[in-house]
């Protein structure tokens, strides 16, 4: 099939090396032109496994090109993807700001029949909004259909969930097309679910709450778990036996971030005050997330009253390994709070540095870890990557004035700190002051 694809970020650039790897013939779009430049060469723009050889695939089979010309992407599609980003406003509701730029683009472009499926994470009832938007501007209702085709992957693991997902769902009011969908998605073997637009894109939203509260309620009997000497690995693992509950996304740690729990979660909490309806649990989620991603600062506090002048160390800065993404990353929450107390911060992060730069342009970046412990009294580690789970604990100890760690991603045995006499916090797995 002839698919476009508008938005090459995360989503977009997976879906169109998806369907590239199918056989179909992509052209994906990006109005950043860097981009675009980079990827035509073979360059991952985003760091995410097994990318570099699916885009060589891609690239050398002919099966895509990346372009940044609209008009050229909707001549040579049947099928049109939107991928582009739908960021938080300032209110928790969403920033439609470039949904409706694309949709204004593309109405210029449409002069004959196309299948438009959004992809983007939407408020209930953007799917209608994008059909009405079109006809504003001028397209002729009997040249496109819409359908609603919100997307699950996840970050780290993006290539494979695109390849081997749970599930597709698709909101479509138009019957004609459950044939042409059912076609283009045949070879991933995948479930597929058809429903109603509203349907569609309300079931991504209560994924990512459903999820996110999850989270937020293994992180509260974490904490409890810290008052009473539990042990929150063990009641994880023990939850997770029981099939009805399953072992995923019962991890503690210091919050969720990313570009998606965070904004979906407020942007659901949005979509149904505006409808009267008040979500309880998923602001309780929220709010349980707000405070555990600086639990590490009142670990702090506890243990020294006061941090002013002192050096500390941030081990990780993306929201989770195997990503280079730090949007919402708690990392830059804990950053804040540091620099606002008068901490040096120096940090290392295998990847995003220069990301985090950007926001934080005057604290220390270390390109090794090791270097980033010199004069610190507490090592914080925000970010599960595996070399952290390597770390020579008595070079360490060399390293710090105080030789300290809170452990954000409990990544950590209590008897092997205990060995090394480490001053340990974690999630719910015990202390050692
Ligand atoms: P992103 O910011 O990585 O990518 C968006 C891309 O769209 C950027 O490359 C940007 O340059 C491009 N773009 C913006 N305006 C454009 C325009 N007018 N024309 C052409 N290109 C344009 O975002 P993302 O993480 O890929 O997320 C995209 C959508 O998918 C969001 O709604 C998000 O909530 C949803 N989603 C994201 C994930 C994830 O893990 N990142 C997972 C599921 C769903």
Redesign the pocket.
């Known amino acids: 099939m002839h698919i476009g694809v ?9 879906t169109s090396l998806a369907f590239a790897h199918m056989e179909n013939h992509v052209i994906c ?4 032109i860097k ?1 675009i430049n980079q990827l035509n060469k073979g360059v991952p ?2 760091f995410e496994e097994d990318l570099e050889s699916l885009l060589h695939e891609c690239l050398d089979n002919k099966n895509i090109v990346f372009t ?1 010309d ?1 008009q050229e992407t909707v001549n040579q599609s049947d099928i049109l993807f939107i ?5 938080p406003n300032d209110d928790g509701g ?1 920033d439609m ?3 409706n ?2 949709i204004c ?1 593309l109405s210029k472009f449409i002069h004959d029949y196309k299948i438009i499926i959004n ?4 408020p209930v009832g953007t799917q209608k909004y994008i059909k009405e938007l079109l006809v504003q501007k001028g397209v002729s209702e009997k040249n496109f259909d819409v359908v609603s085709n ?6 780290g693991k ?1 290539i494979f969930d695109f390849l081997h997902g749970d599930k597709i769902v698709i909101g479509s009011d138009s019957q004609k097309l459950k044939e042409i969908l059912e076609k283009l998605y045949a070879p991933f073997h995948i479930e597929m679910i058809f429903t109603t637009p509203e349907t569609a894109e309300l079931i ?1 939203y209560a994924s ?1 709450a459903f999820l996110s509260t999850k989270i937020s309620f293994i992180n509260e009997i974490a904490n409890l778990c810290n008052k009473v000497g539990a042990d929150i690995d063990t009641i994880s693992y023990a939850l997770g036996l029981d099939k009805r509950i399953s072992p995923q996304f019962l991890k503690a740690g210091i919050g969720f971030g ?3 729990f965070p ?2 979660t407020k942007a659901l909490i949005k979509i149904a005050k505006t409808h009267g309806c008040d979500l309880k649990i998923v602001k309780s989620a929220v709010a349980v997330n707000e405070d555990q991603r600086i639990l590490p600062i009142h670990i702090l506090l506890d243990h020294y009253g006061d941090i002013k002048g002192k050096t500390i160390s941030v081990l990780g800065l993306t929201f989770k390994a195997n ?1 280079d ?1 730090i ?1 919402e990353s708690p990392s830059l929450y804990i950053i804040h709070e540091l620099i606002k107390r008068g901490v040096t911060v120096q940090t290392y992060d295998p990847i995003a540095s220069d990301e985090v730069k950007k926001i934080f342009p005057h604290i220390k970046y270390c390109s090794n870890v090791y270097d980033s412990l010199t004069n610190s009294i507490c090592a914080i580690i925000c970010t599960d990557w595996q070399e952290f789970y390597n770390l020579n604990l008595t070079l360490l100890k060399e390293k710090m004035q105080v030789p300290m760690i809170i452990d954000g991603r409990n990544i950590f045995k209590l008897e092997k700190v205990k060995e090394n006499r480490i001053i340990y916090y974690s999630v719910g797995n015990g202390s050692l002051k």
Do not use: H, W
């Open positions: 508008v938005g090459a970020g995360y989503v977009g650039l997976i779009m990006d109005n950043d981009k723009t985003i940044n609209l991928a582009v980003g739908t960021p969403v700001t470039q949904i730029e694309v683009q992809k983007s994470t939407v919100p997307e699950f992957l996840r970050e993006a991504k990512n990313g570009s998606c904004k979906d990503t993404d949007r």
